[in-house]
């Protein structure tokens, strides 16, 4: 039988749209010592603005844009989608009817087949995998680096918002006794440390890879002492890994929902906190 207190602990959090998924979890909720968060969507809005368009010789500003809003037009990652926004923007969207196939690699970018043209949009690393010097950037931001059939076309730097609510969350988590916060992002380094700096974060993890951040996890202490918390796109496999894993935005990838152990509903960081206390407000009714 399920103590009483649980169901307690449980409806409260359900009312603040924070499904937790049985008793269990509380108690794991409770002995968290480590908080490790993914960056995009869950500190950052996850909303991207396009910041530069910046074409290698001989490409217009126009033709880079058009052509990494049709390789990211069958993606739904949030810098695919501020592509794609700031090509409808400026009414240079190609029709996306003649992609034959789409290839998206987790924490990279998309590969994109039109009969015999090969697109590739997406950071670095995807460029280095094809055997493509990538173009140096100085701008801050997340940056999409596109190619056709081998030849770079040029870069595009995104950059997103912090979420409102993450100082006052992150100061929640501490003072809910969580001595360690880790920030793990696939996003490249310079990027991410502005974000970790102004929220006064232990750890930052940049540069990872969706396998990666299980194991980078695991480095920050026993895994049965951490939460992590992503917003789903490619999370599933360290919020597995994680003593407690949250899900946040409920209408994330259905792969993370199911495998969470929390799932908070409306993207407000803010709700760490309050899980935290609720899971330690019900011990004290548990009998
Ligand atoms: P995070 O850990 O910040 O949520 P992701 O694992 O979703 O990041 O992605 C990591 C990186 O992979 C992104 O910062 C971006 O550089 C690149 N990336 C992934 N998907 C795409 C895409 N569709 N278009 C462009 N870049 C992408
Ligand atoms: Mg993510």
Redesign the pocket.
């Known amino acids: 039988s399920i103590p009483l207190g649980y169901f307690g602990g449980i409806g409260a959090a359900s009312r603040r749209g924070i499904l937790i998924k049985g008793g269990a979890v509380l108690d794991s909720l409770r002995d968290i010592r480590v908080a490790a968060l993914?960056?995009?969507?869950t500190l950052t809005e996850g909303v991207f603005e396009v910041n530069a368009v910046l074409p290698a010789s001989g490409i217009a500003p126009n033709e880079l844009l058009a052509t990494a809003a049709l390789a990211?037009s069958r993606?739904n990652?949030p810098?695919?989608r501020s592509v794609i926004r700031a090509a409808l923007a400026a009414d240079i969207v190609t029709d996306d009817a003649a992609i034959t196939s789409m290839q998206?690699v987790?924490?990279?970018?998309?590969v994109v087949s039109i009969a015999d043209t090969t697109l590739l949009?997406?950071?670095a690393a995807l460029m280095e995998s094809h055997g493509i010097t990538p173009q140096v950037v100085t701008i801050p931001g997340?940056v999409?680096q596109v190619a056709q059939n081998g030849r770079l076309l040029g870069a595009i730097v995104v950059a997103d918002r912090l979420k409102p609510q993450s100082p006052e969350a992150i100061e929640g988590l501490r003072h809910m006794g969580v001595s360690t916060i880790a920030m793990l992002?696939?996003?490249r380094e310079e990027q991410a440390r502005p974000v970790a700096q102004r929220l006064k974060l232990d750890i930052l993890k940049a540069d990872?890879l969706?396998e990666d951040k299980a194991g980078a996890l695991e480095a920050l202490g026993p895994v049965k002492h951490t939460l992590f918390v992503g917003?789903g796109?490619?999370d599933a496999p360290v919020l597995a890994t994680a003593g407690v894993g949250v899900a946040m935005g409920g209408l994330g990838a259905e792969a993370a929902i199911e495998t969470a152990d929390v799932v908070i509903l409306d993207d407000n960081p803010a709700r760490l906190p309050e899980l935290l206390r609720i899971a330690r407000r019900t011990r004290t009714i548990v009998w």
């Open positions: 993914d960056k995009t969507g990211e993606s990652h810098i695919a998206e987790p924490g990279k970018g998309v949009a997406g950071n997340s999409v992002t696939g996003d990872l969706p917003d796109i490619n």
